[in-house]
Each structure stands twice: as structure tokens, then as C-alpha cells.
């Protein structure tokens, strides 16, 4: 099975840059997704990280570090439409992900 | 591209009764169609995988026979709730993906609620 962390909530300032840590200890590891989810809907994915090393996409970078079982997530320039939780999901070897609890991610004015 | 949608979006029924929802692939063929359901401020939990053709394979603690589900073909997939009771309202997610994609594409979810 798997065991994925993240932390509980965040909050920041517009314009800000905040970084969401995941850690995860696994059977089976094929990949690691971000996803970001609004109240009441589906999520929508961030990015995806199976080699060490930093992606990095516009706004959004994520980072994977495989031999401490760790990845992290980095929003910069924070808008308030990023407020939403940001779920951190582990891929095995049968493409089933495993998601972690979620970070809700509040961004103040 | 790669659109997932699901229907219907939210439906009530009374306790005891059955309702399916539908998971469909738009423009893509998804050879694996996975089941989630996410209680409020829970995240997303596993339910089953779907391969076309074959039987769901379902994680443990889920009863396949209370939640059936059916890939008949390549993009379609469909999860039956039977004898809804208020303890499986939920939101209930679906995701695809096909066998040349790594990523999974999620649907828009289905709001069940048993009264």
C-alpha cells in the first residue's frame, strides 16, 4: 500500500509563493501527480514528476526526490483563484493512484 | 482533448433504492477506468479499476456486489449503486485513461445523495 503526507492547510498573500511538501512511502512507485481540486468538483491535474529533479510549468513547478520519498509542489506569484486544496497522488506499478489528504490552500488579499 | 464526463451530475434517491451513474470517454479510447468516492473534506479514495471487457477489480473494504460496475466497452463505463442506503452519499469520481497516456483524466463528478 501507500502512505502519503501532506500538510493539512496553508495560508498565504496574494503574489506570495507558498510550497506544499509530500512525503510517501510505497510499494510500488510509477509516478507522482498534483493535482488542484475546488469545492465540489472533480480534480484537474498539475503535474507529473517519475524522474528526481524540478518541473516546471508557467506558475507551477514540482519537484521529485525518489530515494527520500519526497516531492513538493511550489505555486508562485499566488492569485486568489489559486485558493482550492492541492492533492498529491502516488502512481504504482497498475497505474492506480493513491492520494494523500490534501492541502487547502487559502490565499488572503 | 481527453474529456471524461460523467452523468448525471447530482442525484437524490430514497434509501434502498438503486442508482447508476455513467463515466464515458469523449474522444479517446480508455482501455482503464478507475471509481473513486471522496467524502466531504476527505480526499479521494480507490474504489475499483475498470479494464474493458474483464470484471472490476475492487480494493478492499469495497462490496463489489453493493457497487457493480461495467466497462462493456472502450468508452463507457457505468457504477450501480444497489440498495442506497444515506451512509454511501457521496461524490463519486471516475478517471480514464488509455493504454499510450500515463495520465488519468478525471470526470466532472456525481453528487449522490440518499435520503
Known amino acids: 500500500g501507500q502512505n502519503i503526507d501532506q500538510p493539512t492547510e496553508m495560508t498565504a498573500t496574494e503574489g506570495a509563493i507558498v510550497q506544499i511538501n509530500c512525503t510517501y512511502q510505497?510499494?510500488?512507485?510509477?509516478?507522482l501527480f498534483w493535482y488542484q481540486q475546488h469545492a465540489g468538483e472533480a480534480p484537474t491535474f498539475l503535474s507529473y514528476?517519475?524522474?528526481?529533479g524540478l518541473e516546471e510549468k508557467g506558475r507551477f513547478s514540482s519537484f521529485l526526490s525518489r530515494s527520500k520519498g519526497y516531492s513538493y509542489l511550489l505555486l508562485k506569484e499566488l492569485q486568489m483563484k489559486d485558493s482550492a486544496s492541492y492533492l498529491c497522488a502516488v502512481r504504482d506499478g497498475d497505474y492506480k493512484l493513491s492520494f494523500g489528504a490534501g492541502t487547502t490552500v487559502t490565499v488572503r488579499a | 482533448g481527453a474529456v471524461v464526463s460523467q452523468h448525471p451530475s447530482r442525484v437524490i434517491c430514497k434509501s434502498g433504492t438503486s442508482v447508476k451513474i455513467e463515466c464515458r470517454s469523449l474522444?479517446?479510447?480508455?482501455?482503464?477506468m478507475f471509481w473513486y468516492r471522496q467524502f466531504p473534506k476527505q480526499s479521494l479514495m480507490l474504489m475499483a479499476t475498470s479494464n474493458e471487457g474483464s470484471k472490476a477489480t475492487y480494493e478492499q473494504g469495497v462490496e463489489k456486489d453493493k457497487f457493480l460496475i461495467n466497462h462493456a466497452s472502450l468508452t463507457l463505463s457505468t457504477l450501480t449503486v444497489t440498495s442506497a442506503h444515506p451512509e454511501d452519499s457521496s461524490f463519486y469520481i471516475c478517471s480514464a485513461r488509455s493504454a499510450s497516456d500515463y495520465e488519468q483524466y478525471f470526470g466532472p463528478g456525481t453528487r449522490l445523495t440518499v435520503t
Open positions: 510505497t510499494s510500488g512507485f510509477n509516478g
Open positions: 474522444d479517446f479510447q480508455a482501455t482503464t
Open positions: 514528476n517519475v524522474l528526481d
